[in-house]
């Protein structure tokens, strides 16, 4: 059983984590460009991906050696251990590497295969989002989701629009954006900070990565969202997230399957 006085040490050390990854990725976006690869599945990763989750890897390693790690510029290490940090050093890279601050260094720890504590931090605004499933804290204040009811009222994001209509049925998909009040592509981890602090209502992407999903159940989880896939089934181990307050959840969720 994961004790509440080690989870406080997890959450410092997080901070900690957190200040490092800032101050290298905030560095690379004060420069005009930044090198860029393609990865075999074509999505691009810059030297500040890499040299932020190198540096973290460095710290986990020498703070906690027996901890496990999984990330996406450098697989993995010790996946089976008891505690598993996931690392995803700069997500919405496309973001990063086109200067628009909608990106941010997302991480979190597992225990026992079950996600317990996600940070999203974002170098530009010096906002950070930190999570434990049972609240959820924006810069030291506790949020919560907002209280919307309905779709029809509801600002919905999501990460990419073309990924919504080529993994998921269009017309329900269309359904659900014709029906929200507003709709924005406010994506990768700035959106879910945005409805975990009440600023958006509702979070849908079609597709998303292990490395991503587990720092951001416990923040969402935190602060009072209800997180599913699209189906509607658990999103522990799914490939898609639906996120917003149990009841414009439900309501979104009944469309996507309508």
């Given at each position: 059983?994961?004790?509440?006085?080690?989870?406080?040490?997890?959450?410092?050390?997080?901070?900690?984590?957190?200040?490092?990854a800032r101050?290298?990725?905030?560095?690379?976006?004060?420069?005009?460009r930044?090198?860029?690869?393609?990865?075999?599945?074509?999505?691009?990763?810059?030297?500040?991906?890499?040299?932020?989750?190198?540096?973290?890897?460095?710290?986990?390693r020498?703070?906690?050696?027996?901890?496990?790690?999984?990330g996406?510029?450098?697989?993995?290490?010790?996946?089976?251990?008891?505690?598993?940090?996931?690392?995803?050093?700069?997500?919405?890279?496309?973001?990063?590497?086109?200067?628009?601050?909608?990106?941010?260094?997302?991480?979190?720890?597992?225990?026992?295969?079950k996600?317990?504590?996600?940070?999203?931090?974002?170098?530009?605004?010096?906002?950070?989002?930190?999570?434990?499933?049972?609240?959820?804290?924006?810069?030291?204040?506790?949020?919560?989701?907002?209280?919307?009811?309905?779709?029809?009222?509801?600002?919905?994001?999501?990460?990419?629009?073309?990924?919504?209509?080529?993994?998921?049925?269009?017309?329900?998909?269309?359904?659900?954006?014709?029906?929200?009040?507003?709709?924005?592509?406010?994506?990768?981890?700035?959106?879910?900070?945005?409805?975990?602090?009440?600023?958006?209502?509702?979070?849908?992407?079609?597709?998303?990565?292990?490395?991503?999903?587990?720092p951001?159940?416990?923040?969402?989880?935190?602060?009072?969202?209800?997180?599913?896939?699209w189906?509607?089934?658990?999103?522990?181990?799914?490939?898609?997230?639906?996120?917003?307050?149990?009841?414009?959840?439900?309501?979104?969720?009944?469309?996507?399957?309508?």
């Amino acid at each position: 059983m994961l004790s509440e006085k080690y989870l406080e040490e997890m959450k410092t050390f997080a901070g900690t984590l957190a200040d490092a990854a800032r101050e290298i990725v905030a560095g690379y976006h004060a420069l005009p460009r930044t090198e860029i690869e393609i990865k075999a599945d074509g999505s691009p990763v810059t030297v500040a991906d890499k040299e932020c989750e190198r540096r973290l890897r460095e710290m986990i390693r020498k703070a906690f050696p027996s901890h496990g790690i999984i990330g996406e510029e450098f697989g993995n290490e010790n996946a089976d251990a008891e505690f598993v940090w996931s690392l995803d050093p700069v997500d919405g890279t496309k973001s990063f590497i086109s200067r628009v601050p909608l990106y941010g260094i997302l991480f979190g720890l597992l225990h026992e295969g079950k996600p317990c504590l996600g940070v999203i931090d974002q170098p530009v605004t010096r906002e950070r989002i930190v999570g434990d499933g049972k609240s959820a804290e924006l810069n030291g204040r506790r949020v919560r989701v907002a209280e919307t009811p309905s779709v029809e009222q509801a600002l919905l994001l999501t990460t990419d629009l073309l990924d919504c209509e080529e993994h998921h049925p269009r017309e329900n998909w269309n359904a659900l954006l014709h029906r929200a009040r507003l709709f924005r592509t406010w994506g990768d981890c700035c959106g879910y900070m945005m409805v975990a602090a009440g600023r958006a209502d509702l979070m849908a992407d079609p597709v998303l990565s292990p490395w991503d999903l587990y720092p951001l159940l416990p923040i969402l989880e935190g602060a009072g969202a209800k997180v599913s896939d699209w189906r509607g089934n658990d999103a522990l181990g799914a490939t898609s997230v639906l996120a917003a307050n149990p009841r414009l959840h439900d309501a979104a969720l009944k469309i996507l399957l309508s």
